[in-house]
């Protein structure tokens, strides 16, 4: 079920908001995007996320890794069994890749504290 979520969410169908010929669906299609939703009105239309900010909804690929991936979420730093050593690596992973990505290689820019939020 939870992979049909995000099959749909990926090749699902996106609202169209083409009025006239050349105008084109929005290039970034959202989870949730294409939903039906009341409206003011009392009709329903096909939802279309314009608010990207705090509360914008996942990109339908960055939900499917994270369905693959929740059979193993687990502590990350925190145990010695298999699934916190999966969840470390991939934290460990994700972090170089984001590090990267901002042109920072650790330790030179970034610190990290372990086992806290700051």
Not at 4 to 23: F, I, N, Q, W, Y
Not at 32 to 44: F, L, N, Q, R, S
Not at 54 to 67: D, E
Not at 84 to 103: C, K, L, N, R, V
Request: aromatic share 6%; hydrophobic share 40%.
């Amino acid at each position: 079920m939870l992979h049909d979520v995000a099959d749909r969410a990926v090749h699902g169908k996106l609202p169209s908001t083409a009025g006239s010929p050349g105008e084109a669906a929005p290039p970034v299609p959202l989870v949730g995007d294409g939903t039906p939703v009341a409206c003011a009105d009392g009709a329903e239309r096909p939802y279309l996320s314009m608010d990207a900010a705090a509360s914008t909804a996942a990109l339908g690929p960055v939900l499917a890794r994270v369905q693959e991936f929740s059979p193993w979420y687990s502590s990350v730093h925190r145990g010695a069994g298999r699934k916190s050593q999966i969840a470390t690596a991939a934290y460990e992973d994700a972090h170089a890749a984001a590090m990267a990505f901002a042109g920072r290689i650790p330790p030179t820019g970034a610190r990290r504290v372990r086992g806290r939020s700051v």
